[in-house]
T-cell receptor
C-alpha cells in the first residue's frame, strides 16, 4: 500500500493481559521502526527491522515486549502481561532502503495504536 | 551517541506572530536533519529536511537551515496560523540508519 497501516486504532487491555499490535509498512520499504509515545511529546524508540531481521533493538524492554516482521505478513509488536505504564500510543514507521548518500531520507509514519491498560 | 535537543514547550503564540523553535544536535558524522509535525490524533509527517551543511529546508512557510558550525537546525515561520497548532519534532538520521528524535515542542496558535 501507499501508507503505513496500523491496526487496531485503539486497544484496551486489563493489567496482565496480552496486547498485540500490527503494522503493514509501505510496499517496497525495507525498514520498519516502532516507537512508543507515552507523554504527549516524548518519542521513545523501541526496535527496528531490516526486512524480517532485527536491525536495532536497543530500545526494547526485553522482559515483556517482542516484535516480528515475517515475510508476507504485517509486522507485529506484542506485549505480554501488560502493565499500567504500557499505556501509550505506539507508532510504526517505514522507510526505503538508504539512497546513494547512505542515509535514510524519510520516515513514513502510521497513525498509531492507542493502547490503554486498565 | 547521536542525539537531538529541542526547546521545551509549550509555546503559545498569537496568529501572525513569528515562530522559532530551537533544535541542536550531537552527531559523530554528518547526519541528515528533519522537522516532523504531529497534528492531534495523527502520526508524524515530514515537514522539511536538509541533508548537508548550509542546506535550507522549506515547506508551508516553515524554514530551517542546517548549520554545521553551531550544530543547529532551528525551525522558523514568519507568520503562524491557527492551523499550525501541533507538536513539532526535530530529528536526525545517521549512517547507521537510525533516527533520533527530540522530545517535541507543542505549539498553540490563538486567533
Amino acid at each position: 500500500g501507499e501508507e503505513v497501516a496500523q491496526t487496531p486504532k485503539h486497544l484496551v487491555r486489563g493489567e496482565g493481559q496480552k496486547a498485540k499490535l500490527y503494522c503493514a509498512p509501505i510496499k517496497g520499504h525495507s525498514y520498519v521502526f516502532w516507537y512508543q509515545q507515552v507523554l504527549k511529546n516524548e518519542f521513545k524508540f523501541l526496535i527496528s527491522f531490516q526486512n524480517e531481521n532485527v536491525f536495532d533493538e536497543t530500545g526494547m524492554p526485553k522482559e515483556r515486549f517482542s516484535a516480528k516482521c515475517l515475510p508476507n505478513s504485517p509486522c507485529s509488536l506484542e506485549i505480554q502481561a501488560t502493565k499500567l505504564e504500557d499505556s501509550a500510543v505506539y507508532f510504526c514507521a517505514s522507510s526505503q532502503h538508504p539512497g546513494s548518500t547512505g542515509y535514510n531520507e524519510k520516515l513514513f509514519f502510521g497513525s498509531g495504536t492507542q493502547l490503554s491498560v486498565l | 551517541g547521536d542525539s537531538v535537543t529541542q526547546m521545551e514547550g509549550p509555546v503559545t503564540l498569537s496568529e501572525e506572530a513569528f515562530l522559532t523553535i530551537n533544535c541542536t544536535y550531537t552527531a559523530t558524522g554528518y547526519p541528515s536533519l528533519f522537522w516532523y509535525v504531529q497534528y492531534p490524533g495523527e502520526g508524524l509527517q515530514l515537514l522539511l529536511k536538509a541533508t548537508k551543511a548550509d542546506d535550507k529546508g522549506s515547506n508551508k512557510g516553515f524554514e530551517a537551515t542546517y548549520r554545521k558550525e553551531t550544530t543547529s537546525f532551528h525551525l522558523e515561520k514568519g507568520s503562524v496560523q491557527v492551523s499550525d497548532s501541533a507538536v513539532y519534532f526535530c530529528a536526525l538520521s545517521d549512517p547507521g540508519n537510525q533516527f533520533y528524535f527530540g522530545t517535541g515542542t507543542s505549539l498553540t496558535v490563538i486567533p
